[in-house]
């Protein structure tokens, strides 16, 4: 049973009397049971849906749909599964308490991963859920490996109960689903002949495997579980050198580099980041891979359209990783509109010193940041680090927050998508909204 949320008004829904609570029990005689069966179930034109109104009665739909009308309803969210490792590196484990609650989720679904791209591991993989993959060819699915070697994943994951990856990859892979793979490289536990092994499964596995990112492991001063050796130079760069061995193979023989390093692994390697073509359509960009040559493509690319600020200050808050590369892009933007723009780094007073990046930065650093700073025409703050409800990691609100400082603050995810608005300057309209940058549009 799936329950529905809300009803489009003048859609099909509505003509046929659904109200938001129906239950909606069955489609064409399948029982529904989650978001994915109706998606799936309800694309036919002629339907037959069986469904349970919020005063008790039952009702039997027979529709048919003018093609490709959509029935104009939206389900209640899906209760999310939840994971059963205990990751030595687990992201969650490394939070501080009162944060956003959502943050707290252990989620691992594959679900989730087909409809929005979040990573699973398919360790609570039943049988049954691998031939709904099948069957509704869920595909490309994001798929955290981290190893090949089932030993090495039982002590990565935590979970000696966890499935053998590349059966589970392969027998996906007969039936035609694609994966994008992404391995975190835990110093000493899979770094060396393990990931070399785990490549080695990967690029076996053919063309399923549409592209993996090789990703540092990223801790706090929260993280409990693993106690080993940190990321650091050195362990990045040969970590990179992996990454360019496989990424020359795939250009040769496929066509792509196929294995990505992620931009952090580059930045702490100190070495210069590719550029924007290298990462293709940039299959993992939400992943941190490719971030910062889609950033550069977008500022160059609307660099000419902006308008002159001769004379305005502009304050840029951003997170230690990228103070090496922001002094470039603030420079063309300065000789492109006169502005003067300062740069402004902070650190990051929730998860400390090692949490370097701009999208983590939290409320309280950007307070800090702009506090006084009343000499400052605008600033624009990372609009990575506040999610789509306009709330930051801490639980505090963007709108709360620019209420607080002496000048306009605007979210940006590139700069042009702020200062090329038409409310950028005069300063006291409405905030500029910044567009979440697609990946097709770089
Ligand atoms: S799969 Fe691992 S990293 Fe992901 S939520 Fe579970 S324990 Fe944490």
Redesign the pocket.
């Known amino acids: 049973m799936v329950r529905v949320r809300r009803v489009e008004d003048g859609g099909i829904a509505q003509e046929l009397g659904i109200v938001p609570g129906t239950e909606l029990l069955t489609v064409n005689g399948r029982e529904l049971a989650d978001f994915l069966d109706w998606e799936f179930l309800s694309a036919d034109d002629e339907l037959v849906i069986e469904a349970k109104l919020p005063d008790g009665d039952q009702i039997v739909y027979e529709i048919e749909r003018p093609e490709g009308e959509p029935m104009g309803l939206e389900l209640e969210p899906p209760t999310i599964r939840r994971?059963a490792?205990?990751?030595e590196?687990?992201?969650?484990?490394g939070l501080p308490k009162g944060l956003r609650k959502p943050l707290y989720v252990?989620?691992?679904d594959y679900r989730l991963s087909f409809a929005y791209g979040n990573f699973a591991?398919l360790s609570n993989l039943k049988d049954r859920d691998i031939a709904r993959i099948l069957e509704y060819r869920l595909s490309p699915l994001y798929i955290?490996v981290h190893a090949t070697p089932w030993e090495a994943r039982k002590v990565l994951?935590n979970n000696p109960r966890v499935p053998n990856i590349v059966e589970q990859l392969t027998r996906l892979a007969e039936g035609g689903i694609q994966f994008h793979c992404q391995m975190v490289i835990v110093p000493g536990l899979n770094d060396g002949d393990v990931l070399e092994q785990s490549l080695t499964d990967l690029w076996t596995l053919g063309d399923a495997v549409m592209s993996v990112a090789v990703v540092p492991v990223g801790l706090t001063q929260f993280s409990h579980l693993y106690t080993g050796k940190s990321m650091d130079q050195t362990m990045a760069e040969t970590l990179l050198q992996h990454v360019d061995r496989w990424a020359e193979r795939g250009n040769e023989q496929r066509g792509t580099p196929w294995v990505f390093g992620s931009d952090e692994l580059y930045l702490l390697a100190s070495r210069q980041l590719p550029d924007a073509e290298y990462y293709v359509d940039f299959p993992q960009i939400e992943n941190g891979v490719g971030s910062v040559a889609a950033l550069r493509q977008r500022v160059s690319e609307g660099l000419s359209e902006l308008p002159c600020f001769d004379g305005k200050r502009i304050g840029v808050v951003t997170g230690i990783s990228m103070s090496d590369i922001m002094p470039e892009l603030l420079d063309a933007l300065r000789k492109q509109t006169g502005a003067d723009f300062e740069l402004i780094v902070t650190t990051n007073s929730l998860f400390g010193p090692t949490t370097t990046t701009a999208g983590l930065l939290v409320a309280a650093d950007i307070r800090r940041a702009l506090a006084g700073r009343d000499d400052l025409d605008l600033a624009l703050i990372p609009a990575e680090c506040i999610n789509d409800s306009g709330v930051f990691l801490d639980d505090e609100s963007f709108a709360d927050l620019r209420g607080q400082l002496p000048i306009p603050v605007h979210p940006s995810y590139d700069f042009v998508d702020v200062l090329g608005s038409d409310s950028a300057f005069p300063l006291l309209g409405d905030a500029p909204v910044a567009r979440r940058p697609s990946a097709a549009a770089q």
Do not use: G, K, M, Y
């Open positions: 994971c490792n205990r990751c590196f687990c992201f969650i484990e252990r989620d691992d591991t955290s994951l």
